[in-house]
């Protein structure tokens, strides 16, 4: 199993989370978070005067898959949420040694 973490911009969250859904994946963790990368951050005016933003705001989607279906779902990924400029963000692949459905006590895949 796979554990995968997408770092992606807010606006292209629906249609990565339709792209996932049309290849099978059936559950995924979705939340708000900040962060910078080779972007940094940026400049805002707001009322004449100008000030750093230096986090920027991006959506973190979590989710466990089978190994053998993982190199489809980070494609699957990367292929939506390019944009081609910078700040579209990473993906994140890990080794998933365990799951366990808490409610049936179902592990491994079938836990997925």
Do not use: C, H, W
């Not at 339709?18 to 900040?34: D, K, P, R, Y």
């Not at 705001?57 to 990924?77: C, Q």
């Not at 949420?81 to 895949?109: H, P, Q, Y």
């Amino acid at each position: 199993m796979k554990y995968i973490i997408a770092i992606i911009q807010p606006g292209k969250l629906e249609a990565v989370y339709e792209a996932l859904g049309a290849i099978g994946v059936s559950g995924m963790t979705v939340s708000e978070v900040q962060g910078y990368g080779r972007q940094k951050g940026k400049s805002e005016i707001y009322r004449g005067a100008e000030y750093v933003v230096n986090f920027m705001p991006k959506i973190k989607i979590e989710l466990a898959v089978d190994t053998k279906k993982a190199s489809e779902v980070i494609a699957t990924i990367q292929k939506t949420a390019e944009s081609g400029k910078i700040g579209d963000g990473k993906v994140f692949s890990m080794d998933l040694k365990d799951a366990l459905r808490i409610r049936t006590g179902e592990t491994g895949a079938e836990a997925l």
